[in-house]
């Protein structure tokens, strides 16, 4: 039956998506060359919100320059400020007290978990319309979301922009009573993940509105740059965590989860089993948080102190959306030469020109939502 | 007595009549009322703003007990809630949006970024306050505004509908188009600093398809850097099974161009897009080499050295001295 649909022929037809449109996660534009309903070839157009992070931070010091990396991917800030201290750490070759760094690794999977539930919700929003049954997932998510929040207003005091991490260490301790709350977080939180996996996993529009929908292979996935979930639900088996590790990773206990068809629905499936294994990370953590200092680096009064030596130094860490690094030129002075943001979301989601055409006009937004992609990261 | 009536009690006064109340009131005030008790706004997010924004309208912050919905169309909503960096390129789009939306609308700049640019208004592409481009009613202060702050804002905005109170600031930049000159900066160019593998320009493309035989097929970025010597550009690729990375330079002296590699890595295309719209190299063979974050007219590449961070190449984008000014004159 459904091969006798004749799609009438209306000609060419050029429409354009953005970049105010609900569900373009940002200021996204798209235009689609379309045969009937049907995508023929797109264009992309993006820089709405470039705000040239990479020129601002030739001005600052190294001090100064992670609170405003965390504007950069605003749903995961934490894994900006680790990566841009982490490289200057190895460059300096400045240790980190053990303690500082479990304190890191706590926040930044906290922030993994509430970025994919931001990531979820919104793709409820995509598939099911603000008004219509998508709403509710968006609703559920965010009240987790704001479970996650309090621990970290707690912990840092400001909702998600923490600041927590600085060169040589972190800035706030983790307390007792912060560590009983985010053991009340665990368990609430745990069967709740579960249901969502199940309840997509199971729902049928879900299913029909993403299986082998925007399937990207995974020899495309490596040579385009995809890293993170989208790469890992095409069955690349790569997670900076694990194959360059970080941080104190190497001595936690999680699984690297796995897609096999490298569809939409895989994509999402693989970011919602991400949540479970960062709760893993997560309770490993809380229950054996070292003592020592929070830092190694003695109280500074001048940001021009630290001066990393000549040269040129590239270190990434995984981010939620993947890898996110920093290639650094010093000078020997306190402000960097040059310093260049790989941006997972901007490299995720240069495939979109290459997977697009041929799927229907109400594919594109299931696509694009699966990429993921944050804008302040994209366009920096 | 209802809560309409209770809202009602406010802006007039009941009088008993047998069998009925009568209600006096002027009507600017009854325009006021219901205007602002349902104050549907846009839903258009630019930044990290935006995300708060979403939770102030999600579950726990519950923006509908004000009376609000989202619209996804600007003829439907009266008001713009300003949420994120305004950029150069997206302040046009904003203009329209503001004017497709239908009188009496109402304007709140959330978040320092949308008051003033905050840590970017001194960036080339940033402007410094959305009200260079669109008048604005309240501003929210905040990196980013709480949600409480959201509401107080957005109670703030219906109080001053409901008094009649409305005056919108707004300022037009003078200068702008004019300065279309990049002016030269003191940043000292120095000698190159990477000590890295440097290959031929002409040997780029064998080198890289030789690795990339060799499972090297993780291409993880493109860049470049302004070196006294011309610029260097550097590629990072990685085999994944391995864990393994090459990095490799190569030096363009005083040439511009050098070969595309978009053929055999999918991704080098938007990489050197990028490179070409803020270095300036082209790239032969390149299927679509146009600018990609600023706008296609833009005069210069902001990443190169002597370019200004503080560059002034938009009517939007006031001088430092107007900026100044009109700062603190609020």
Redesign the interface.
């Known amino acids: 039956m459904e091969d006798q649909i004749v799609e009438k022929d209306f000609g060419d037809l050029a429409i354009n998506m953005g970049?105010?449109?609900?569900a373009t996660h940002?200021?996204f534009r798209l235009k689609l060359y379309l045969q009937g309903e049907r995508i023929n070839k797109i264009e992309a157009f993006?820089?709405?919100?470039?705000?040239?992070v990479?020129?601002?931070t030739?001005?600052l010091d190294y001090d100064m320059i992670p609170p405003?990396l965390e504007?950069d991917d605003?749903?995961s800030p934490t894994s900006n400020s680790l990566g841009f201290v982490n490289t200057v750490e190895k460059m300096c070759q400045i240790e980190v007290p053990k303690k500082a760094s479990y304190i890191r690794v706590l926040v930044a999977e906290l922030q993994r978990i509430s970025s994919h539930l931001?990531a979820l919700?919104?793709y409820g929003l995509d598939l099911g319309g603000?008004l219509g049954g998508g709403a509710s997932l968006?609703?559920?998510c965010?009240?987790e979301?704001?479970k996650i929040?309090d621990i970290m207003e707690e912990l840092t005091g400001t909702?998600?922009?923490t600041n927590i991490n600085q060169i040589g260490g972190v800035r706030y301790d983790v307390k007792i009573d912060v560590i009983k709350k985010i053991n009340d977080l665990i368990k609430y939180i745990r069967p709740i993940l579960i249901e969502y996996n199940d309840v997509i996993s199971k729902d049928q529009i879900f299913i029909k509105r993403t299986k082998s929908i925007g399937v990207i292979s995974a020899?495309?996935a490596?040579?385009?740059?995809?890293?993170g979930p989208v790469a890992r639900a095409s069955g690349?088996?790569?997670d900076i965590r694990r194959?360059?590790t970080y941080e104190c990773y190497d001595e936690l206990d999680f699984d690297i989860p796995l897609g096999t068809n490298g569809d939409s629905y895989d994509r999402t499936i693989v970011r919602m089993k991400e949540n479970l294994e960062s709760l893993k990370i997560i309770e490993q953590i809380i229950n054996g948080i070292p003592s020592g200092d929070l830092s190694s680096r003695k109280p500074f009064k001048s940001a021009k102190l630290l001066k990393p030596p000549?040269?040129?130094f590239?270190s990434?860490v995984e981010s939620p959306r993947g890898?996110l690094?920093f290639?650094i030129?010093?000078?020997g002075s306190s402000i960097p030469?040059?310093m260049?943001i790989?941006s997972p979301s901007?490299?995720n989601?240069?495939?979109i020109?290459?997977i697009l055409p041929g799927n229907f006009v109400a594919d594109s937004v299931t696509i694009l939502g699966s990429l993921d992609p944050v804008?302040?990261d994209v366009?920096r | 007595m209802g809560n309409v009536e209770k809202s009602l009690k406010d802006i007039g006064s009941f009088t008993k009549l047998p069998g009925a109340n009568l209600f006096t009131t002027s009507t600017t005030k009854l325009f006021n009322w219901a205007q602002k008790s349902s104050l549907w706004p846009l839903s258009f997010g630019l930044a990290c703003c935006a995300i708060e924004m979403m939770a102030t309208f999600a579950s726990r912050y519950d923006l509908d007990r004000l009376g609000m919905i989202t619209r996804a169309s600007p003829r439907q909503s009266d008001l713009m809630i300003i949420a994120g960096t305004v950029t150069i390129k997206m302040a046009e789009r904003i203009k329209t949006l503001y004017d497709q939306m239908a009188s009496p609308k109402w304007v709140i700049a959330a978040g320092s970024c949308a008051i003033s640019g905050d840590h970017y208004r001194h960036i080339y592409s940033v402007v410094p306050g959305v009200d260079w481009v669109i008048p604005v009613d309240v501003y929210v202060p905040g990196c980013p505004p709480r949600p409480e702050d959201f509401i107080e804002g957005i109670m703030e905005l219906q109080n001053l509908i409901s008094n009649g109170k409305i005056s919108p600031t707004y300022n037009v930049s003078t200068g702008g188009k004019n300065q279309i000159d990049i002016k030269k900066t003191k940043t000292k160019k120095q000698k190159n600093l990477i000590e890295n593998k440097f290959i031929n320009k002409n040997e780029l493309l064998n080198y890289a398809s030789q690795y990339k035989n060799k499972d090297f097929l993780y291409l993880k970025f493109i860049t470049a850097t302004d070196f006294e010597e011309g610029l260097t550009l550097t590629y990072v690729i990685s085999n994944t099974k391995l864990g393994e990375d090459m990095e490799f330079h190569v030096n363009l002296g005083n040439s511009l161009e050098i070969d595309s590699l978009s053929e055999l890595f999918v991704g080098a295309d938007w990489q050197e897009r990028e490179i070409y719209d803020l270095f300036g190299i082209s790239f032969s063979g390149h299927p679509n080499l146009k600018r990609i974050m600023m706008p296609e007219d833009w005069i210069g590449h902001p990443l190169k050295k002597e370019y200004d961070m503080d560059t002034h190449n938009s009517p939007y984008r006031p001088t430092r001295e107007e900026y100044e000014s009109w700062k603190t004159k609020l």
């Open positions: 970049p105010q449109h609900p940002g200021v993006l820089g709405y919100l470039h705000r040239g990479e020129k601002l030739e001005v405003v504007r605003y749903l931001v919700g919104t603000s968006f609703l559920y965010f009240r979301r704001e929040l909702r998600f922009h020899q495309l490596q040579e385009a740059g995809c890293s690349i088996n790569f194959n360059q000549k040269g040129s590239y990434s890898e690094g290639f030129v010093s000078d030469y040059r260049k790989r901007f490299s989601l240069s495939i020109e290459k804008f302040g366009d």
